[in-house]
T-cell receptor, first 112, second 115 residues
Framework: DAKTTQPNSMESNEEEPVHLPCNHS???????IHWYRQLPSQGPEYVIH?????VNNRMASLAIAEDRKSSTLILHRATLRDAAVYYC????WGAGSYQLTFGKGTKLSVIP | GAGVSQSPSNKVTEKGKDVELRCDPI?????LYWYRQSLGQGLEFLIY????????KSGLPSDRFSAERTGGSVSTLTIQRTQQEDSAVYLC?????????????FGPGTRLLVL
């Protein structure tokens, strides 16, 4: 599996945008980039995923670099509920690597 | 719609007792996973069920751990003769195949404490 590098922690003010970076320089051409998050005392939660094009959903946007060696999860207006650990996970479709493996992730703190 | 549910939400047991943890996946999801997470640690894969295929049990830490999935839906994880090191949050997830890899939907977990 591709290795990922994320900052250990980040802070954001409430209602401001947050850009969470992830480096995945060893990603293969068939790996999708998934993001999950885990709120305190809760199970992990799927956020978004993409391959090459930027992706948007109701939770966030995902900006993927042209060379696919990095991506950025964008929360457009951080709320207190967004305080969580965010994990970037390259995943290969159909290769049987179905189990999720979380790295250390980025702990996001949201300041009221 | 209803998400993944797990029961009990908390379980305290004495060392040596058996425990059963239950997972109700999202209706229609063919894949079901069990993970555990110790305090401040990452996810540890335990077992994976996919449709009618034989489960992948490669993550089970010992033969005291077993799991079943009945009728392709509800799953039970059983821990026999519990030990203190079994204390953790046990998470269940279910998924449907989607382009780009399966998106897994997690339950709230069962917090197991072995005294």
């Amino acid at each position: 599996d591709a290795k990922t590098t994320q900052p250990n922690s980040m802070e954001s003010n409430e209602e401001e945008p947050v850009h969470l970076p992830c480096n995945h320089s060893t990603i293969s051409g068939t790996d999708y980039i998934h993001w999950y998050r885990q709120l305190p005392s809760q199970g992990p939660e799927y956020v978004i995923h993409g391959l090459t094009s930027n992706v948007n959903n109701r939770m966030a946007s995902l900006a993927i670099a042209e060379d696919r060696k990095s991506s950025t999860l964008i929360l457009h207006r951080a709320t207190l509920r967004d305080a969580a650990v965010y994990y970037c996970i390259p995943r290969r479709w159909g290769a049987g690597s179905y189990q999720l493996t979380f790295g250390k992730g980025t702990k996001l703190s949201v300041i009221p | 719609g209803a998400g993944v549910s797990q029961s009990p939400s908390n379980k305290v047991t004495e060392k040596g007792k058996d425990v059963e943890l239950r997972c109700d996946p999202i209706s229609g999801h063919t894949a079901l996973y069990w993970y555990r997470q110790s305090l401040g640690q990452g996810l540890e894969f335990l077992i994976y069920f996919q449709g009618n295929s034989a489960p992948d049990k490669s993550g089970l830490p010992s033969d005291r751990f077993s799991a079943e999935r009945t009728g392709g839906s509800v799953s039970t994880l059983t821990i026999q003769r519990t030990q203190q090191e079994d204390s953790a949050v046990y998470l269940c997830a279910s998924s449907f195949a989607s382009p780009g890899g399966e998106t897994q939907y997690f339950g709230p977990g069962t917090r197991l404490l072995v005294l």
